[in-house]
Nanobody
Framework: QVRLRESGGGLVQPGGSLRLSCAASGNIPRIDDMGWYRQAPGKERVLVADITSGGNTNYADSIKGRFTISRDNAKNTVYLQMHSLKPEDTAVYYC????????WGQGTQVTVSS
């Protein structure tokens, strides 16, 4: 069983920054892919960014150049540094990790508003 604990969400003004963290715990020999999805009200959950254990990254076009994903394999933790936040980035952000299946965090709210 893999458990994911997210932190770092909150309210920020447009143009501001936030850093999300997600730590995985449990009996985990290794984690393959980790990353973040987000779901805005009334919309589908969509991929924001993901990163492999080897450090290869993938980003949604809407956040390229503003968000950076990274991970610490020793801590089984993935981060999402978000800059130049826009109101359209408002959503619940969900962390995921894959290891013989996909595991999800409970979600953390990010609200970008003045």
């Amino acid at each position: 069983q893999v458990r994911l604990r997210e932190s770092g969400g909150g309210l920020v003004q447009p143009g501001g920054s936030l850093r999300l963290s997600c730590a995985a715990s449990g009996n985990i020999p290794r984690i393959d892919d980790m990353g973040w999805y987000r779901q805005a009200p009334g919309k589908e959950r969509v991929l924001v960014a993901d990163i492999t254990s080897g450090g290869n990254t993938n980003y949604a076009d809407s956040i390229k150049g503003r968000f950076t994903i990274s991970r610490d394999n020793a801590k089984n933790t993935v981060y999402l540094q978000m800059h130049s936040l826009k109101p359209e980035d408002t959503a619940v952000y969900y962390c995921f990790a894959s290891y013989y299946g996909v595991y999800w965090g409970q979600g953390t709210q990010v609200t970008v508003s003045s």
